[in-house]
Nanobody, 121 residues
Framework: QVQLVESGGGLVQAGASLRLSCAAS????????MGWFRQAPGKEREFVAH???????HYVDSVKGRFTISRDNAKNTVYLQINNLKPEDTAIYYC???????????????WGQGTQVTVSS
């Protein structure tokens, strides 16, 4: 069992930066692929980025160059650094964990409650 708690969201202006954190419980954190997903108002939840246990990362095209995912296994924490925020980044950001290399939502077994990111223009 893994419990995930996100933090770091907020209301910011376009162009600002945020760092989201996701703290995980459990002794096998390092074995999981950790993912970030987001859900904008009226839209389906979508993949943003993930980092494998081998530290390989993948991003959705729309965030490449602005978002960076990283993990600190000693702290059981995964991060999402978001630079140059845009109004279209407004969403609830969710952290997820799974034994998978996939970007598909259904392949992730554990989810956090989400953290709200709101970007004003």
């Amino acid at each position: 069992q893994v419990q995930l708690v996100e933090s770091g969201g907020g209301l910011v202006q376009a162009g600002a930066s945020l760092r989201l954190s996701c703290a995980a419980s459990g002794r096998t954190f390092s074995d999981y692929t950790m993912g970030w997903f987001r859900q904008a108002p009226g839209k389906e939840r979508e993949f943003v980025a993930h980092i494998w246990s081998t530290y390989i990362t993948h991003y959705v095209d729309s965030v490449k160059g602005r978002f960076t995912i990283s993990r600190d296994n000693a702290k059981n924490t995964v991060y999402l650094q978001i630079n140059n925020l845009k109004p279209e980044d407004t969403a609830i950001y969710y952290c997820a964990a799974g034994f998978t290399t996939s970007w598909l939502i259904g392949r992730y077994d554990y989810w956090g409650q989400g953290t709200q990111v709101t970007v004003s223009s």
